[in-house]
């Protein structure tokens, strides 16, 4: 079955910088890689999705890019802020019933 | 729209006792998941529902069973509850069937079993 790996844990970084986070899956067959965004006390929120028939994708500040080849695939945050602090997940899932297999998560601190 | 609601918050649970987890969702989709989740480890499937009255395993089953009483509410059961089904407890639901859809997550329920 789909493995997902997510690296780091845990990431601490200062307003303004850039944070990116990374995740590999292993089945070849995955075509769908949704990013979610937890904040403390709550349950966790889709902020961007990629699927397997582009490369990149953009929504202001934050970006996700895939490599097929290489079975990984990445968010980018740039001019980041406080309120980006949160966990963050990357899951991975195919058509035809493939279930949606999440990351272990990286604890996001954007420090002022 | 609440989106999706779960009950309870909170529930402490000794060895053996049994209990259900409530899920509704007034978005009219068709699909309801139930994920739990532990330090480390992310999210996992316990069962899902692509429509009333159908249910499927996924990756963390054992020890749960579920039920689908119609289109708004699937609930989750814990016939015996163990010390290893401490966690936080998390009900979804998507549009479509299947998982290629984004998923709406309620705020979780907080179970600790002693």
């Known amino acids: 079955g789909e493995n997902v790996e997510q690296h780091p844990s845990t990431l601490s970084v200062q307003e303004g910088d850039s944070a990116v986070i990374k995740c590999t899956y292993s089945?070849?067959?995955?075509?769908?890689f949704p990013w979610y965004k937890q904040e403390l006390g709550k349950g966790p929120q889709l902020i961007i999705d990629i699927r397997s028939n582009v490369g990149e994708k953009k929504d202001q500040r934050i970006a996700v890019t895939l490599n097929k080849t290489a079975k990984h695939f990445s968010l980018h945050i740039t001019e980041t802020q406080p309120e980006d602090s949160a966990v963050y997940f990357c899951a991975a899932s195919y058509n035809q019933g493939g279930k949606l297999i999440f990351g272990q998560g990286t604890e996001l601190s954007v420090k002022p | 729209n609440a989106g999706v609601t779960q009950t309870p918050k909170f529930q402490v649970l000794k060895t053996g006792q049994s209990m259900t987890l409530q899920c509704a969702q007034d978005?009219?989709?068709?699909?309801m998941y139930w994920y739990r989740q532990d330090p480390g480890m992310g999210l996992r499937l316990i069962y899902y529902?692509?429509?009333?009255?159908?249910?499927d395993k996924g990756e963390v089953p054992n020890g749960y069973n579920v039920s689908r009483l119609n289109k708004r509410e699937f609930s989750l059961r814990l016939e015996s509850a163990a010390p290893s089904q401490t966690s936080v407890y998390f009900c979804a639901s998507s549009p479509l069937a299947g998982y290629t859809d984004t998923q709406y997550f309620g705020p979780g329920t907080r179970l600790t079993v002693l």
């Open positions: 978005m009219n989709h068709n699909s």
């Open positions: 089945d070849s067959a995955s075509n769908y």
């Open positions: 529902s692509a429509s009333e009255g159908t249910t």
